[in-house]
């Protein structure tokens, strides 16, 4: 156990549909990042944010938003859902607001599956 | 752009042989890379680092190696051992200012015994 969790660790729904991951990071962290890694392709930057403040926007499409709570988890919410938008998406965390020595702890994931 | 490259989507290697991985990069900018490993199931987990400064970085059977001038490095795995089969990512970061890891899109091992 990494110490990061991701929820729900499946998730199959429709075209058009709009779902939330969730992430709580490991105790003591403050950075949550998100990658999504689609068949074939590496893990993909969507977001970062540190201690509740959006840091720095990779390759997130606008039907994609993201936000992180007082509490430190972080939600990703993706609508309008497309079919090629299934994919594994990654949350990891770190203490500090940039990648430290041995980078950051990743969850296991979500494996959304759009139909 | 894909910034860091990983151009070999797979490779087998007979247990107790060496395993070499390679990893290329673009940008001239980045001076930390790291590698990680990823189970299926699992997401990937820190394996071995190096900074720009140096040349190579041994971790017992893991080396990685860095070649600037060729903006290439490679991890060594010796022996290589049939629980070190899995998908590898190389990672790298500027790190005076990358609020990110930059991924490749990963080599996948796979270790005959």
């Known amino acids: 156990d990494s110490g990061v969790t991701q929820t729900p660790k499946h998730l199959i729904t429709a075209t058009g549909q709009r779902v939330t991951l969730r992430c709580s990071p490991r105790s003591g962290d403050l950075s949550v990042y998100w990658y999504q890694q689609s068949l074939d392709q590496g893990l993909q930057f969507l977001i970062h944010y540190y201690n509740g403040e959006e840091r720095a926007k990779g390759n997130i499409l606008e039907r994609f938003s993201a936000q992180q709570f007082p509490d430190l988890h972080s939600e990703l919410n993706l609508s309008s859902l497309e079919l090629g938008d299934s994919a594994l998406y990654f949350c990891a965390s770190s203490v500090a607001p940039r990648p430290t020595g041995d980078g950051y702890t990743f969850g296991s994931g979500t494996r959304l599956t759009v139909v | 752009d894909q910034q860091v490259k990983q151009n070999s989507p797979s490779l087998s290697v007979q247990e107790g042989r060496i395993s070499i991985l390679n990893c290329d990069y673009t940008?001239?900018?980045?001076?930390?890379f790291l590698w990680y490993k990823k189970y299926p199931a699992e997401g990937p987990t820190f394996l071995i680092s190096?900074?720009?400064?140096?040349d190579k970085n041994e971790d017992g059977r893991f080396t990685v190696f860095l070649n600037k001038s060729a903006k290439h490095l490679s991890l060594h795995i010796v022996p290589s051992q049939p629980g070190d089969s899995a998908v590898y990512f190389c990672?790298?970061?500027?790190?005076?200012?990358?609020?990110?890891?930059?991924f490749g899109t990963g080599t996948r091992l796979a270790v005959r015994p």
């Open positions: 990672a790298a970061n500027v790190r005076s200012s990358g609020d990110k890891l930059t």
């Open positions: 190096i900074s720009s400064i140096k």
């Open positions: 940008n001239s900018m980045f001076d930390y």
